[in-house]
Each structure stands twice: as structure tokens, then as C-alpha cells.
């Protein structure tokens, strides 16, 4: 059974930090590549940053680079974004996503508000 724990959302002001942690369960986590999107109100749901199956590579949207880096874990299942020098416009519900040529999983996603 594919499980996601997603967890570290929350409300930080602007120019503040979080992190966010994704812990997987269910499939072989480093046969994955695993990404971060986003989804604001009334906005499409948008690539944040991904990370191949071995952290070897990792690439972001322009919006995020400099400020965004993800990062795995794979003896523990778990794949991170931490975010600085956060914006309003990026407060969004955050989701966890891995990807293979055959499977697609999505968690349930952590909200990210960003305000003063």
C-alpha cells in the first residue's frame, strides 16, 4: 500500500523558512524520481523541483531558484524541500510526487501560507 506523510506547511512570514519533509512507504522509494508542485486558489497545479532517483540531479522552476533546494534521503525514504526567503506567492498547498516510467503517486499535500 503507497503511503505519503507529508508534513513541515505552515504559516511563516514573508522572508521566512520552512522545510518540508515527505516520508514514502508502499514501493522502492530510489526507483523514483520525486518532485515537489504546488497549487495556489484558481491556479493550475506547477512543477516546483525534482530530484532523480540517486539525488544526483535536481532541477527547480525559475520562480524558486536560489531560495528553493531539494534533497533526499533514500535509507529513509523521505524527500525534503527547503524553502527560503519565502514570498506570498508562494504560499500554495504543496504535493510530493513520484514518478517512473510505469507509476505516478501523489500524496495529499501540506498547505505553505505565507503572510504577515
Known amino acids: 500500500q503507497v503511503q505519503f506523510v507529508e508534513s513541515g506547511g505552515g504559516l511563516v512570514q514573508p522572508g521566512g523558512s520552512l522545510r518540508l519533509s515527505c516520508a514514502v512507504s508502499?514501493?522502492?522509494?530510489?526507483?523514483?524520481?520525486m518532485s515537489w508542485y504546488r497549487q495556489a486558489p484558481g491556479k493550475e497545479r506547477e512543477l516546483v523541483a525534482v530530484?532523480?532517483?540517486?539525488?544526483?540531479?535536481?532541477n527547480y522552476t525559475d520562480s524558486v531558484k536560489g531560495r528553493f533546494t531539494i534533497s533526499r534521503d533514500n535509507a529513509k525514504n523521505t524527500v525534503y524541500l527547503q524553502m527560503n526567503s519565502l514570498k506570498p506567492e508562494d504560499a500554495a498547498i504543496y504535493y510530493c510526487?513520484?514518478?517512473?516510467?510505469?507509476?505516478?503517486?501523489w500524496g495529499g499535500g501540506t498547505q505553505v501560507t505565507v503572510s504577515s
Open positions: 508502499g514501493f522502492t522509494f530510489s526507483w523514483y524520481a
Open positions: 510526487n513520484a514518478r517512473n516510467k510505469w507509476y505516478d503517486y
Open positions: 530530484i532523480t532517483p540517486t539525488g544526483a540531479t535536481t
